[in-house]
Antibody, heavy 119, light 107 residues
Framework: QVQLVESGGDLVKPGGSLRLSCAAS????????TSWIRQAPGKGLEWVSYINSRRNTVKYADSVKGRFTISRDNAKNSVHLQMNSLRAEDTAVYFC????????????WGQGTLVTVSS | DIQMTQSPSSLSASVGDRVTITCRAS??????LNWYQQKPGKAPKLLIYVASSLQSGVPSRFSGSGSGTDFTLTISSLQPEDFATYYC?????????FGQGTKVEIK
């Protein structure tokens, strides 16, 4: 069965860095895009970034552009989100999601990993 | 950026009720509209994609309709497990954006 498992969430000080990982299994990973979506405590969903299957296209929300970098390793069925210059407003649960490459919907999600930015 | 506006923001309904949630896009998005259900402490779950296609394993009481700027999610007969928050999402252009959510509560 399709499974996505995030890891790497932690408590970090403002200005700090963190690297999130998403391990995929149960499907042909290289056939799909992968996205990161976040949810601040008690708030709605915000798309953060996506990377296409061939790693030659990445997109970011304006709120993280220049600070976050998405990457993937198709050999290891994993996606990473490098987060630098973290701010309090980046505090959220971060979900990775398998993304359909034609219509761009998120058909499978991980359980999420919590990032807390606080001094 | 394309703004997605859901209405209502919350609603109270009884088991067996027919429930309708609407989602409006700030510009045309063709059929690039998806619906998700989220329960507290859980990841969202895809219900409907491309405006009206039912995701595998989702009960047939859920349906979606619309195109262009106006979309609807309908639950034909609300069940106890359907009490949750529902989000629409446009995938027409990045940044992909979500509606603010509609919380469906027990009356």
């Amino acid at each position: 069965q399709v499974q996505l498992v995030e890891s790497g969430g932690d408590l970090v000080k403002p200005g700090g860095s963190l690297r999130l990982s998403c391990a995929a299994s149960g499907f042909t990973f290289s056939d799909y895009y992968t996205s990161w979506i976040r949810q601040a405590p008690g708030k709605g969903l915000e798309w953060v970034s996506y990377i296409n299957s061939r790693r030659n296209t990445v997109k970011y929300a304006d709120s993280v552009k220049g600070r976050f970098t998405i990457s993937r390793d198709n050999a290891k069925n994993s996606v990473h989100l490098q987060m630098n210059s973290l701010r309090a407003e980046d505090t959220a649960v971060y979900f990775c999601a398998r993304t359909n490459s034609d219509w761009y919907y998120f058909d499978y999600w991980g359980q999420g990993t919590l990032v807390t930015v606080s001094s | 950026d394309i703004q997605m506006t859901q209405s209502p923001s919350s609603l109270s309904a009884s088991v067996g009720d027919r429930v309708t949630i609407t989602c409006r896009a700030s510009q045309t998005i063709s059929s690039y509209l998806n619906w998700y259900q989220q329960k507290p402490g859980k990841a969202p779950k895809l219900l409907i994609y491309v405006a009206s296609s039912l995701q595998s394993g989702v009960p047939s009481r859920f349906s979606g309709s619309g195109s262009g700027t106006d979309f609807t999610l309908t639950i034909s007969s609300l069940q106890p497990e359907d009490f949750a928050t529902y989000y629409c999402q446009q995938s027409y252009s990045t940044p992909w954006t979500f509606g603010q959510g509609t919380k469906v509560e027990i009356k």
